[in-house]
């Protein structure tokens, strides 16, 4: 039966998520290695950029990442959403504004990721499109050190509302109405076309794809 089968499932599963992800897919690791005690897995979490370089390099399984380049050959399956939404402290004075113009944003202090990081590069290309060149403040190597100095009161900031959701619940930050956010993306499940998923790496896409976070809820709701 099923059960028996998995007792006997053996095996390691290199995973590498996005930094954004790491707020969804460890979560899962728990239920998952209960329910599959014989698989070990190991989890690589790092920005856009570095994990095309470990996919090009073929060193690991699995990946969750967002939109595949086209130059490589991979077999992709939709993950699920990652919107960003646009961050700020309580007391910022856009905070209960409705409807904000994306130009307003160009007077605001903005805290960036990293280069190479998604999230940076889908906020620069939604301002670019809109004409508005950010005030950059700051520039910080994770999401978490973006939401500590939001809170702060350095800056506004662009982040997976994956990585807020406990924030913005909590009321320590809020999601600014600005006309065209929340910006959609999507997490997809990947790895290259040339490689056979082990039955143990199988296992586990397989249970990220039935164990799927949902949009989180938005600010105000
Ligand atoms: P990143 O992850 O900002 O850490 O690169 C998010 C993404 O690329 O969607």
């Excluded at 130059?71 to 910022?92: C, M």
């Excluded at 600005?178 to 896409?205: C, E, I, N, T, Y």
Aim: net charge neutral; glycine share 8%.
């Amino acid at each position: 039966d099923v059960a028996a089968l998995r007792g006997v499932e053996r095996g390691r599963v290199r995973v590498a998520v996005l930094t954004t992800a790491q707020y969804v897919v460890p979560k899962l690791l728990g239920a998952f290695c209960a329910s599959h005690p014989g698989i070990d897995v190991a989890m690589h979490v790092g920005n856009r950029e570095a994990l095309l370089q470990r996919l090009a390099a073929n060193q690991d399984d699995l990946y969750v990442l967002g939109a595949a380049p086209e130059h490589l050959d991979v077999v992709t399956e939709p993950f699920a959403d990652n919107p960003l939404v646009l961050i700020a402290p309580p007391t910022h004075p856009l905070a209960r504004a409705r409807d904000i113009d994306p130009q307003r944003l160009a007077e605001e202090p903005f805290v960036l990721r990293e280069p190479g990081s998604g999230t940076r590069s889908t906020a620069e290309r939604f301002f670019a499109e809109h004409g508005v060149s950010l005030r950059v403040r700051l520039e910080v190597g994770s999401n978490e050190a973006v939401k500590q100095t939001v809170a702060g009161g350095l800056g506004v900031a662009v982040l997976s509302a994956h990585a807020v959701a406990a924030e913005l619940a909590l009321g320590e930050l809020v999601a600014l109405d600005v006309r065209g956010f929340p910006l959609l993306r999507r997490w997809q499940l990947l790895h290259p076309a040339g490689k056979r998923l082990s039955p143990a790496a199988l296992a586990f896409k397989q249970w990220l794809q039935t164990h799927r976070p949902t949009f989180p809820p938005a600010a105000g709701e």
